[in-house]
């Protein structure tokens, strides 16, 4: 990407720089945002300056609220129909919340995902008007339920539509459609997600109650919607968030005390950060694997016991998630290492039989940030239609491009960013193409990504204090990005990898005066770091991990600073052996270690003292790697780790890879780890000694554990304490064996990569 610096162009008003304070990027930042006029800015900055829209600027809003309050006074039967995601969760308990608090006679119905999509449910509608329906209420849904309205109306039922997504060519004919894209460009309601429209309604009907203000206590429920539904933070839509944040951080919702408990969130400085990353994704993961109606339970009850129940399957499910997630991303690489040819198309396009349909999404999405180019993901259950979701790149509206192929398909629908489809397994191949040539046609040339950098600094200016005022320009999203800062001339001193599948690093970076900073890589432990002098781009945040508030560095983009001319040092030579029929032959007499994990010592051709693992490795100037590598990662560290000058590429020891072989000798590890290590151990050390990656080794333990054959304790530092004897629980162990047998496969997979690809890539750099 090209790197916009900060444009020196814009005249920054004394006016702005003196009603805003603080420190001048402040200004400055909120200048080439477009917030010159300082009366805007401060209403941005503080909530108590910004005036909101009326609720009757949305159009047919008055006739709901007007119509909800003849129910209520009447004890009419109000259905409110929700949608499955956040938003929609939300905006429903906001609406039964809402209701009941007036005494309304409500009951609320939530769609499955999987079971019926969304929308108004033509079949499931009649069942609800068999049991008593004065008025159905729809919130997040219902813009293009005609049918469904129609069918309603029929039966003497008044329907009041309350949507914010893109408008049909006709509005059904409800007794009120409810809708912000109604109302013109640039309006200070145009933004509102599901949730903020349900809440304007609830506004307009609590005035009319005479019970205006009331309704404050329900803007926690709307911070949870706007910031998972990632709408776009202006006007109200912002203003709306910032009062819910503050609702948030000291929760009065039983179910949000449970909900926070349960996810170690400390909400005392919560963050839309924290929704986003750690909230939004456990009440997702109910619409995706579960029922979406438990969420409205969770958040309209007033019963703790009820509320931490439901929060713990949150947290089961949630888990559940992240590994169908992994596994289905997982076979998805598998899949493109298999036949690369799949790369030359203009969109990704891969299907699995049963990949589990309610987080193709997520791994749409993560194929997208891995390979950029748009991405569809396809579950082929056996006798069906295979159905899917697509995610795109900026430029590339995906929506119109599988809409060029509706012949090939069964059904689909989306939006530039995002879509939707279903289509005869039979015909993928030759949807792959017409899809790809539609992208090729349609691309917009013109869409170029950018980072875009909002100031340059030193590392001395980074503090705390300058980050907090940075930070005022919170809440960010869509709309209003992060700050992005950017140091110049720095170099690498120092990289560790860390979480559950070492997949992030943290860096320590130094600039020329010796000043040190470390910085967080998300997911950058596949990546190369700077070899030479480089510019960083980052983030400054505050993190509130189990309470503890501290400044945090998040790695964005890094480049080689421009002019900059580096003497190269000593390179890193490689020498290939792996198709050598005596490899041992070829290698110096001395001098060198031997990576050979999960290798029996006694059928080496080497003396113990030159063997070495991913846990005992130290800096050497030459490194054989005898055994296959269980994946890129654990490739790149013993690289980076062993600081070696001199590589023998060999692979004649492949650790097994077959499930069977693999869970006897875990237990046999476990047995022996009782026995010599009662206080705990090393997760690596264990990895090191299967030969495996560490993940691998955590499921295969967790399984054992579910088998009821040890148990298991994870401790500080990735350490295991492994005791005799356990508690079976046949679900969890056979969801954790297909984990496992998923994870051994990418490992194969990866070792045959290991044994006849071009690896040069991984050895760039000096040693």
């Known amino acids: 990407m090209d790197w916009q610096l900060p444009s020196t162009d814009i005249r920054i008003d ?9 420190h001048p990027l402040v200004a400055e930042i909120l200048a080439r945002r477009g917030l010159t006029d300082p009366a805007r800015a401060l209403a941005f900055l503080d909530p108590a300056r910004y005036r909101p829209a009326s609720p009757d600027d949305l159009p047919d809003l008055c006739a709901a609220a007007e119509r909800l309050l003849h129910a209520v006074r009447n004890r009419e ?32 119905h939530i769609p499955r995902r999987l079971e019926h999509g969304h929308g108004v449910q033509i079949d499931v509608l009649r069942e609800h008007l068999s049991r008593g329906v004065d008025v159905l209420l729809t919130c997040d849904t219902g813009i293009a339920a005609h049918e469904a309205v129609g069918a309603a109306r029929a039966a003497g039922v008044d329907v009041l539509v309350t949507d914010h997504h893109a408008l049909p060519p006709t509005l059904p004919d409800a007794h009120a459609v409810v809708n ?3 109302l013109p460009e640039g309006h200070p309601l145009r933004d509102l997600p599901g949730v903020g429209v349900a809440y304007k309604l609830v506004e307009k009907l609590y005035d009319l109650a005479g019970r205006a203000g009331e309704e404050q206590d329900l803007l926690d429920l709307v911070a949870l919607g706007i910031v998972a539904d990632v709408a776009t933070l202006r006007g109200d839509t912002r203003y709306l968030l910032q009062l819910g944040l503050d609702r948030l951080r000291d929760p009065r919702r039983v179910g949000l005390q449970a909900l926070f408990a349960s996810a170690q969130v400390v909400p005392t400085h919560l963050s839309a950060d924290t929704i986003g990353f750690q909230v939004g994704p456990r009440l997702n993961a109910l619409g995706r694997l579960d029922d979406a109606a438990l969420a409205v339970k969770l958040l309209t009850t007033s019963d703790r016991e009820t509320a931490q129940q439901i929060s713990a399957q949150l947290e089961r499910l949630n888990d559940l998630r992240k590994q169908l997630q992994d596994q289905i991303v997982g076979a998805a690489l598998a899949q493109v290492e ?8 203009e969109a990704l396009v891969l299907a699995g039989e049963n990949w589990h349909a309610g987080v193709l999404g997520i791994v749409a999405a993560r194929l997208v940030e891995l390979y950029n180019r748009p991405a569809v993901v396809l579950t082929c259950p056996p006798g069906e239609p295979a159905r899917g979701s697509a995610r795109s790149v900026p430029g590339v509206d995906i929506g119109a491009a599988i809409a060029a192929c509706a012949d090939l398909l069964v059904s689909h629908g989306g939006h530039p960013g995002a879509a939707g489809l279903a289509l005869d397994p039979d015909l993928i191949p030759q949807f792959r193409r017409r899809l790809s040539n539609a992208i090729a046609k349609t691309r917009d040339p013109s869409v170029r990504p950018v980072q875009q950098v909002d100031a340059v600094v030193s590392l001395a200016d980074v503090t705390d204090a300058f980050a907090a005022e940075l930070n005022r320009l919170a809440p960010f999203g869509e709309g209003n990005p992060p700050v992005q800062v950017m140091v ?29 900073a ?8 596949d990546s190369p770091l700077p070899q030479t002098l480089f510019d960083l781009l980052f983030i400054p945040r505050f993190s509130d991990y189990k309470g503890s508030r501290t400044l945090e560095l998040e790695w964005v983009a890094s480049r080689p600073t421009p002019g900059v001319v580096i003497e190269p040092g000593t390179r890193r030579e490689v020498i290939d052996l792996r198709r050598e029929p ?3 032959g070829q290698l110096p007499a001395d001098g060198f270690a031997v990576w050979a994990e999960a290798a029996p010592q006694d059928a080496l051709p080497f003396p113990t003292e030159q063997l070495v693992d991913r846990h005992s490795i130290q800096p050497v100037s030459d490194l054989v790697i005898w055994s296959t590598p269980p994946g890129p990662l ?43 290590y009662p206080d705990g151990v090393g997760l690596r050390q264990i990895a090191a000694a299967m030969g495996q990656r560490e993940i691998t080794v955590r499921r295969g333990l967790e399984w054992l554990a579910a088998k009821g054959m040890f148990g298991v304790e994870w401790l500080p530092d990735d350490q295991v304490r492994i005791t005799p004897g356990g508690n079976p629980d046949p679900e969890a162990a056979a969801r954790l064996w297909d984990s496992v047998t998923a994870l051994l496969r990418e490992a194969a997979a990866f070792q045959q990569y290991f044994l006849r690809a071009d690896l040069s890539a991984f050895f760039e750099g000096e040693g």
């Open 14 to 22: 004394d006016a702005l720089r003196e009603a805003v304070g603080g």
């Open 518 to 525: 470390v910085v967080t890589w998300w997911r950058g432990a």
């Open 582 to 584: 005596s490899p041992r």
């Open 338 to 345: 298999k036949d690369p040819a799949l790369l030359d198309f």
């Open 77 to 108: 039967q109000v259905l409110v129909w929700g949608d499955f995601d956040v938003d929609g969760q939300t905006a429903t308990a906001l609406l039964v919340d809402a209701l009941r608090r007036l005494g309304a006679n409500v009951r609320y």
């Open 634 to 676: 654990e490739l790149q560290e013993m690289i980076e780790a062993s600081r070696a000058r001199r590589f023998y590429l060999v692979g004649e020891h492949r650790p097994p890879s077959d499930p069977d072989g693999f869970a006897r000798r875990l237990a046999g590890l476990a047995k022996y780890a009782i026995e010599h």
């Open 488 to 516: 110049p001339r720095l170099v690498v001193r120092t990289s560790t990898t860390f979480g559950l599948e070492r997949q992030h690093r943290r860096v320590t970076v130094v600039d020329e005066t010796g000043r040190t």
């Open 180 to 182: 912000p894209q109604r």
